[in-house]
């Protein structure tokens, strides 16, 4: 079984349109993280939220938002989609500060 | 705000060879320091965990080390095979993962 998955893999859409990722992890983590990697690979953080806080970099623009229905998920919800905004999304999860984390696969998204 | 820096950025080995890549941080005071493998268009997997309290950890050919004070961890690959090619990175937490570029790796048949 997969530890955190990610869905979709693939997502090509047009600037404008409003999308979300999901992730979902079975490993009975109490904190889930969104990464996006930018072309040059870079990895960036972007949320991380266990089920007390949600810690948010502050360069990220408010049209991205997580929410998570249950310590299982955290999806990625993102409006009014731009040219920048295509990078490969990552989820991860870990036990807060005590266990290696671990990602999911990836989902690129493409905007055009 | 954690600044996290990988050293050297690329590195071309025949095989066989020992080698080491370089990962610094500005602030000392983390809980762990995480040891990742990238291959091109795939996700992450983790290599070795060091907590703040250990000074290092080892896994096969695969060993870390941790030297909080300094700010410095090494990632040190002994016998180098072909397979070892990939995208090193380090993540240091400070109640978040906060990665480093990266060290692309070619080891040479």
């Known amino acids: 079984d997969t530890a955190v998955s990610q869905t979709p893999k693939y997502l090509v859409t047009q600037m404008g349109n409003d999308k979300s990722i999901k992730c979902e992890q079975n490993?009975?983590?109490?904190?889930m993280y969104w990464y996006k990697q930018d072309s040059k690979k870079f990895l960036k953080i972007m949320f991380s939220?266990?089920?007390?806080?949600?810690?948010i970099n502050e360069t990220v623009p408010n049209r991205f938002s997580p929410k998570s229905p249950d310590k299982a998920h955290l999806n990625l919800h993102i409006n009014s989609l731009e040219l920048g905004d295509s990078a490969v999304y990552f989820c991860a999860s870990r036990t807060q500060s005590i266990t290696e984390a671990f990602f999911g696969q990836g989902t690129r998204l493409t905007v055009v | 705000k954690q600044e996290v820096t990988q050293i050297p950025a690329a590195l071309s080995v025949p095989e066989g060879e020992n080698l080491v890549l370089n990962c610094s941080f500005t602030?000392?005071?983390?809980?762990?320091l995480q040891w990742f493998r990238q291959d091109p268009g795939k996700g992450l997997t983790s290599l070795l965990l060091?907590?703040?309290?250990?000074r290092e950890q080892t896994s096969g050919r695969l060993n870390a080390s941790l030297d909080k004070s300094s700010g410095r961890s090494t990632l040190y690959i002994a016998a180098s095979q072909p397979g070892d090619s990939a995208t090193y990175l380090c993540a240091v937490d400070n109640n978040d993962m906060r990665f480093g570029a990266g060290t692309r790796l070619t080891v040479k048949p």
């Open positions: 490993l009975g983590h109490d904190t």
């Open positions: 602030d000392s005071a983390i809980y762990n």
């Open positions: 060091i907590q703040s309290s250990q």
């Open positions: 939220y266990n089920n007390k806080e949600l810690i």
